[in-house]
């Protein structure tokens, strides 16, 4: 059964485009292999999409929303059943912009894409598996939060700024549940950034990126056995990344973590508290963290036994501190 509810302005065939402001636009679909695109420019819109909340199968289905403008909001809803994957993508330009998707079951994929000033995008995955999500946002005093629950196989990315923008004053916040999933946050040409990254489970991946970006502050808590984590903060071409802090916290037994910081005056923090954890090895090209730059600080707290820590600095007024219990 396929069910379509039009407010105000939406083509048929579930396709709809909404010039000027204060529109609203809503579409509802259930069954299988349904799509719906919404397209509005211009200011105080709003669009929402509901794929499988009416009680019928829903599987395959790809819902698309496009918004160019000011304090618009964007809402997608998927539940997929039968483990089959839906697809949704949101795409703002503007200021003061709203993304949210909420997608339960299945194989999903997701991706929100803002470019603009002030925007806020919320994509949570809950219950799927071998599913992806990804967050780019280009533009200053920008949030992203990005959310999978009880799931298994999934990717989740966090992307802001470009070579052609500089992402100032943004936060990011990104948690994962779950075994075999990978989580990653990366950041160019961007200053006082903020970054939160939660992952519980096993066998999960994360990494961690900072290029050309100064003050930034990267905090990531895994708690899990078998976790792998890199670091990577660099510069070139003359551009330093500087005074970025990162803090690493594991909780679990034969974890890893790996890494290279370039710059000056940055700040590493890793902990990791359990039996068989590494700071560097096979898995990474690059044995422990290795430090390129002035004034940078590490510090290394491994609690437990069968712990290993290898690290290298290079520069001037570095500092380097290892602690195992």
């Not at 819109?45 to 009416?54: E, I, K, P, S, Y």
């Not at 795409?91 to 949210?100: H, I, S, W």
């Not at 984590?229 to 909780?251: E, F």
């Amino acid at each position: 059964m396929k069910r379509l509810t039009t407010l105000f302005a939406v083509i048929l065939c579930t396709t709809g485009m909404v010039i000027a402001q204060s529109n609203t636009a809503i579409t509802t679909q259930d069954g299988s292999t349904n799509s719906s695109t919404t397209i509005q420019i211009g200011s105080d819109n709003n669009a929402t999409v509901l794929q499988g909340f009416g009680g019928q199968t829903q599987n395959g289905a790809s819902a698309t929303i496009e918004q160019d403008g000011i304090e618009n909001e964007a809402t997608i809803k998927q539940r997929a059943w039968n483990n089959r994957g839906n697809e949704h993508t949101i795409d703002q330009v503007g200021t003061l912009n709203e993304a949210k998707v909420d997608a339960f079951n299945g194989d999903n994929l997701g991706e929100i894409t803002q470019n603009g000033a002030e925007n806020y995008a919320l994509m949570q995955h809950g219950a799927a598996r071998d599913g992806s999500g990804y967050v780019t946002q280009n533009g200053d005093d920008n949030y992203a939060r990005l959310r999978q629950y009880s799931g298994a196989g999934n990717s989740a990315s966090i992307t802001q700024g470009a070579s052609a923008y500089t992402s100032n004053d943004n936060d990011a916040d990104l948690k994962q549940t779950g075994n075999d999933n990978s989580a990653s946050f990366s950041l160019t040409w961007g200053d006082e950034n903020n970054v939160t990254i939660d992952q519980i489970g096993d066998n999960n991946y994360s990494e961690y990126s900072v290029k050309y970006g100064d003050m930034n502050t990267i905090t990531a808590d895994i708690e899990g056995n078998n976790n792998r984590t890199r670091l990577n903060v660099n510069t070139a071409w003359g551009n330093l990344s500087s005074g970025n802090s990162i803090t690493v916290t594991k909780d679990g037994d034969y974890n890893w973590i790996s890494g290279k910081v370039e710059g000056s005056d940055n700040t590493i923090t890793l902990i990791q508290d359990g039996f068989g954890n590494n700071i560097g090895t096979s898995w990474h090209t690059g044995d422990g963290v290795n430090i390129s730059g002035d004034n940078n600080t590490v510090s290394i707290t491994q609690s437990s036994d069968n712990n290993s820590a290898f690290t290298t600095v290079i520069g001037s007024n570095n500092s380097a501190t290892i602690t195992q219990n």
